[in-house]
């Protein structure tokens, strides 16, 4: 069974701090890996995704994630948070496994402080 | 690029009425399409798998009589909620793979029934 631990609920960062964000999954195949950003009240959107290739992810908003097979995880990072970063981020795996169903961690509620 | 559409984005519907949610692909088709949920503040959870053609397949717990599923083409699945009640209050939101070996989301569906 696919499965996704974010073991991070809540996490407060300073503005122009760094943010990391840790993802951890299950998965019998090498995985579909994906983070998205959700604000409040809205829709998911998606900041990166790994499906092979090159384990560094560069995504949108200056979000990069890599992919450590040993860890089994896909931690996002950015290097300099901005209060609009400020939202709950997802991370989720799935793949041609199970048929593209995505199963989606808990969630970490990323707070910016100035 | 390749987009999920799904309407409406919000609706309010009073308890004991239906309501139907339409996720389409809009420049790809999509044989298969994924339904999830999202209670406030928690993950989203995948509710059931629409298959064109084909009768849907549902997550252990869900209720198949009263979300109806429906994939009658290549880019549209609907979901019916019939008979809403206030706990049916939820963020719904569709999927499909596609093109890139990338899975597209829809904007997502804010239900309330009062």
């Known amino acids: 069974a696919q499965s996704v631990t974010q073991p991070d609920i809540h996490i407060t960062v300073s503005e122009g701090a760094s943010l990391e964000l840790r993802c951890n999954y299950s998965?019998?195949?090498?995985?579909?890996l994906f983070w998205y950003v959700q604000s409040p009240g809205q829709g998911l959107q998606l900041l990166l995704k790994y499906f092979s290739g090159d384990t560094l992810v560069q995504g949108i908003k200056g979000f990069e994630a890599e992919f450590k097979r040993s860890q089994s995880s896909f931690n996002l990072r950015k290097p300099s948070v901005h209060w609009s970063d400020a939202a709950e981020y997802f991370c989720a795996v799935g793949g041609p496994l199970n048929d593209y169903k995505l199963s989606f961690g808990a969630g970490t509620t990323v707070t910016v402080r100035a | 690029g390749a987009v999920v559409s799904q309407h409406p984005s919000r609706v309010i519907c009073k308890s004991g009425t239906s309501v139907k949610i339409e996720c389409r692909s809009l420049d790809f088709q999509a044989t298969t399409m994924f339904w999830y949920r999202q209670f406030p503040k928690q993950s989203l959870m995948l509710m059931a798998t629409s298959n064109e053609g084909s009768k849907a397949t549902y997550e252990q717990g869900v209720e198949k009589d009263k979300f109806l599923i429906n994939h009658a083409s290549l880019t549209l699945s609907t979901l019916t909620v019939t008979s809403a009640h206030p706990e049916d209050s939820s963020f719904y939101i569709c999927?499909?793979?596609?093109?890139?070996?990338?899975?597209?989301f829809g904007e997502g569906s804010w239900l309330t029934v009062v």
């Open positions: 999927s499909a793979p596609g093109p890139g070996n990338t899975i597209y």
């Open positions: 998965y019998g195949a090498t995985p579909y």
